[in-house]
């Protein structure tokens, strides 16, 4: 059993910066991808980012590119987002996941892989 806990979020003014953590549970986190998602109200939850367990291969949506900063330490346990130039239509409640493989298939991505813990979110807000 994997237990996520994301922390960080808040309200913050458009062009702003937030740091998202997430902080995990298990002896084998290293050995994860994990992703952060967000799903903002009457939308899909969507992939923002996601890290393989070296931190040596990232993915971002091409709306966060250039703003957002996935990073993992797997000796804390923990991976964080980097959020910088928050827009308005970044507000959303924003999810961290864990799938249970080192890296993405060959073949695959990061958006069809099958994360199988999920954190129970933080609230991100930006003011215009």
């Known amino acids: 059993q994997v237990q996520l806990v994301e922390s960080g979020g808040g309200l913050v003014q458009a062009g702003g910066s937030l740091r998202l953590s997430c902080a995990a549970s298990?002896?084998?986190?290293?050995?994860?991808?994990m992703g952060w998602f967000r799903q903002a109200p009457g939308k899909e939850r969507d992939l923002v980012a996601a890290i393989n367990w070296t931190g040596g291969s990232t993915y971002y949506a091409d709306s966060v590119k250039g703003r957002f900063t996935i990073s993992r330490d797997n000796a804390e346990n923990t991976v964080y987002l980097r959020m910088n130039s928050l827009k308005p239509e970044d507000t959303a409640v924003y999810y961290c996941?864990?799938?249970?493989?080192?890296?993405?298939?060959?073949?695959?991505?990061?958006?069809?892989?099958?994360?199988?813990?999920w954190g129970q979110g933080t609230q991100v807000t930006v003011s215009s």
């Open positions: 298990g002896h084998t986190f290293s050995s994860y991808v």
């Open positions: 996941a864990a799938a249970l493989i080192p890296d993405v298939p060959a073949g695959s991505d990061y958006a069809r892989v099958d994360y199988d813990y």
